[in-house]
Structures are given as C-alpha cells and as structure tokens.
C-alpha cells in the first residue's frame, strides 16, 4: 500500500506514528553505506590510523548532536526542515537554503546511484563476466524512484524496520570479522601517517560533514515521531554508531588493502576483502540513503512551490540523476564533502540559535502565512541570512579556500566549530534587534 503524500504542511497528529526505535532503524541505517566506507578511507595513509579514528570519533560525536538538535523544530511543528528555517531566513529567504539543498540532495543521489552501479557491476564482473554498468544503474534507480513514491512512513517501518536494519546489523557483524580477522590491526595501528592531508582538524570537518549533510532533511522524518525527545535521542544513537562503524572500517580497508582512493579501487577492494555476496547484501542496504535524497529533495522543491506534483517531481529527478550518473567522475567527493559542511554548519547555528536561544517555540500557522511574523523585510529576515553567510566565508577561510584572495587560512583550527559559533553568535546580536523575543 502507498502512503498518501505528504506535502510541507504540518503532519497530522494521526500520521506521527514514528517513535525511538524507529529513528534508530532509520538513521543505523542511513548511516551504513559504501559511501561512508568511502569517507573514512579519505583520511588515510595522510594520516596514521589512531589520529584518523580519533578525528572520526570527535567529527561524529558532534556532527550527530548538531543533527539530532536540528531535528527537533520539526517534530514539534510537524513540518520539514525548509519550513522549519522560515522565522530564522523568512518565508522567501528560506528559498536560498532551499536552493542549495536540493542541489546538494540531488548531488547525493547521483553518488549513490554511481557508487551502487560500480559496486554491482564489479560483481556481475567477477561473477558472470558481464560488464553492464547502466543496466545496474537503471535498475537502483527504479528501487530509488519506487521507495520514494512509496512514502517515508512506510518505507521506515516496513522496508527498513523489518528487512533492511537486520541486513545492516548482518553487514556491519560480517564486515568488522572479516576486516579484524585477515589484517593486522595492531600493525596498521602502528604505522605513521604519510603527510599531505591538511590535518586532523581538517579529519574531524570531514568526519562531521556526512553527519551533517543530512541535517537539511532531518526534519522531513522528525517531523513524523510522536514526541520530540524520542526522535533525537534515536537520531542520536542510531546514526552515532553506524558512522563510528562505517568511517573507521573505511580507514582500516584501505590501508589493509593497499589501494587507491579512486572509487572503483576502493570498491574492488572492497569485493575482494567481504566477497561478491556480501557486497551485494551491502548495496541492498545501500538505496535507502538514495531513497532518503531523493525523497527529500522533492520535499525542499515544495517549500518553494508547495502545489507541485510530488510523484511527478519524483520521477523526474530520478530520471535526471540516471542521466548524469551514467557520465559522473565523483573523484572529487573529498571536496563535496567539505562544501557541504561550509554550508550547512553555519546554517544550524541560526537556526539553533532562533529556536534554542531566541523565540523557544513556532508558531505553525504562522510558518505559512505571507506578511506574517516570520515575514521579514520583502519575506527576508536579514539577520539569519547575513549571520548565515558570515559563518560560510569564516569556514572556508579557515580551511584555506580563499587564499587566492590574499587571505591566509588555519586548517589547524578546524573549520566547522567556529563557523557554526559565530553564526550562532552573530545571529543572536542582530535577531535581538530585529524582533522582541
């Protein structure tokens, strides 16, 4: 049965039926995937395995709080995460973020697609002698684009509750046995790292960035829990563990395997370690991240145009993502990841300090309405925007993107802690003056 959609209006209380163990079926699961496996080994040989397990281990544990808090505006208004930015931006400078997410989300899907399609057909490969990588693309786009028209509510209790969390557990079991079992740990432990990676505060942005890029849509799920707490702490838990898990076995893969960071490397790699089946019940698990993208990207859609066709938005971004999956080079992901924490770090800091700081609660049926209180100037509130921006230039000079531009940076300081900060900071400085909170 297909859930009715939802749309950005708030969820009825009859449809909040998600409670702790749901959210931690939901988020184990997102958190489990070949591109977290992927992440963690972005960290080494640079830098040797203990200070890239500590940064992943400071990176989660920060990334998952800020995800978890960022969930909670929703599942008290029952609205998605864009909504839930529109007393911090206002109703149409909430359309800028919106922008952004749905680029990043649909950028996401496409990795995923990608990354499904190289691993299934590096099986059929060895398995069959069959090289057919768009016929696996195709086929994970389908399951992507179906899951999405079948709805959040049933695709978290059913599909995930009931098969796909004990394929995560069986994976995730299998995966550390073998990895602990055939390597030598305590050798890879002991080896220095090789240098070039910018440092292990440049780590722990990484580390917090996957974490992080789900922040934009935490709200869409949230919003489904039928008490607030319940939903953090499972958000929490769940996700906690599966990217401790995750990035640190990607660390160990790679310097066992002794291969490149280029993803079809890595992935063989993987092949050669788990086995073809294994790899297989991994990329099972693996859709629900893409069904997570693309689901969610169609609800940012909505915010900016709530009467649009949600299934119809759905299978054009799934057909789109095939298109360019089939020509995509993501060997550069190491700096999507870190775009995206630039972006969405120092949006949380407004949108914490709005809801945690300054007003406490929203007002729902002001979210939606035009010239209302969260209207701003010409539906803008300045305040969130300017004190979002700032955070965005602060952390990419002090990861050294701006160089070029004569500004000298300090990655040694680490880029997402203070940008998030000061956004917060600078926020609180200019909301106060704005409104009466």
Do not use: C
Request: aromatic fraction near 12%; hydrophobic fraction near 60%; proline fraction near 5%.
């Amino acid at each position: 049965m297909i859930d009715a959609p939802l749309g950005i209006e708030p969820v009825p209380e009859s449809r909040r039926r998600l409670e702790f163990w749901n959210f931690v079926v939901l988020w184990g699961d997102l958190g489990v995937g070949l591109l977290v496996l992927l992440a963690g080994s972005l960290l080494v040989p640079g830098l040797s395995l203990p200070h890239a397990l500590g940064a992943i281990a400071l990176g989660s544990v920060i990334g998952v709080v800020l995800l978890a808090l960022a969930g909670v505006p929703s599942s008290v208004s029952g609205v998605p995460t864009m909504v839930a930015l529109r007393p911090s931006l206002g109703l149409r400078g909430s359309y800028l973020p919106t922008v952004i997410n749905v680029i990043q989300l649909w950028g996401w899907t496409i990795f995923e697609l990608v990354i499904m399609g190289y691993a299934a057909n590096a099986v059929s490969k060895r398995l069959l002698g069959w090289d057919a990588y768009w016929v696996w693309l195709a086929i994970f786009t389908l399951i992507t684009v179906g899951l999405s028209v079948w709805g959040p509510l049933a695709v978290v209790r059913r599909f995930l509750g009931q098969f796909a969390v004990w394929l995560m557990l069986a994976t995730t079991v299998y995966i550390a046995w073998v990895v602990f079992t055939r390597y030598d740990v305590a050798q890879l432990w002991a080896q220095p790292g090789k240098g070039g990676f910018p440092g292990f505060w440049t780590a722990v942005d990484i580390a917090i960035a996957m974490p992080i890029s789900w922040m934009p849509l935490v709200g869409d799920y949230s919003r489904l829990a039928r008490k607030p707490a319940p939903a953090a702490w499972g958000t929490a838990v769940g996700y906690l563990a599966a990217n401790l898990a995750f990035y640190s076995l990607g660390a160990i893969i790679l310097l066992a395997a002794n291969v490149s960071q280029e993803p079809k490397s890595f992935v063989e790699a993987i092949m050669l370690l788990v086995g073809p089946l294994a790899l297989l019940v991994l990329l099972v698990d693996e859709v629900d991240e893409a069904w997570a993208d693309l689901y969610s990207s169609v609800v940012s859609i909505q915010n900016i145009s709530p009467e649009a066709s949600q299934r119809l938005l759905i299978l054009i971004l799934g057909l789109l993502s095939f298109l360019v999956a089939l020509v995509l080079d993501i060997t550069r992901y190491e700096l999507f990841l870190l775009l995206i924490g630039s972006v969405f770090v120092p949006l949380f800091g407004v949108l914490a300090a709005d809801f945690y700081l300054l007003r406490k609660h929203y007002d729902v049926k002001e979210l939606f309405r035009f010239n209302g209180k969260y209207w701003g100037r010409a539906g803008v509130h300045w305040p969130g925007i300017i004190a979002w921006l700032i955070g965005v230039i602060v952390y990419h000079w002090i990861a050294g993107n701006l160089a070029g531009w004569g500004l000298a940076g300090a990655p040694w300081l680490g880029a997402s802690i203070p940008s998030f900060l000061l956004a917060l900071a600078v926020y609180v400085l200019l909301a106060q003056r704005s409104f009466k909170v």
